[in-house]
């Protein structure tokens, strides 16, 4: 049974910082590229980050660019998402994703909520 399961999220102040965790179970994680997007209420759901299944590669949104960070360990079978100076705008539900060419597997969700 194919599962992603986020964790991490929260309630933080502006300028503060969360670390989001994906861990993933039942299928081959270490070849599946992996990605964060997030969707704020009322609007789409937007790709925030990516990285390849052996984590040479990375791209992120312009909107989080040297704010965010998305990493891997493969030997756990989890993928994670560094976010710091968070801003208001980041609040949004974030979820993970799994690819490899025509499977895809979403998590379930966790919410971040930036606010003082």
């Known amino acids: 049974q194919v599962q992603l399961v986020e964790s991490g999220g929260g309630l933080v102040q502006p300028g503060g910082s969360l670390r989001l965790s994906c861990a993933a179970s039942g299928f081959t994680f270490s070849i599946y590229g992996m990605r964060w997007y997030r969707q704020a209420p009322g609007k789409e759901r937007d790709l925030v980050a990516s990285i390849t299944s052996a984590g040479s590669s990375t791209n992120y949104a312009d909107s989080v660019k040297g704010r965010f960070t998305i990493s891997r360990d493969n030997a756990k079978n989890t993928v994670y998402l560094q976010m710091n100076s968070l801003k208001p705008e980041d609040t949004a539900v974030y979820y993970c994703?799994?690819?490899?060419?025509?499977?895809?597997?979403w998590g379930q969700g966790t919410q971040v909520t930036v606010s003082s």
């Open positions: 994703n799994a690819y490899y060419y025509v499977r895809n597997y």
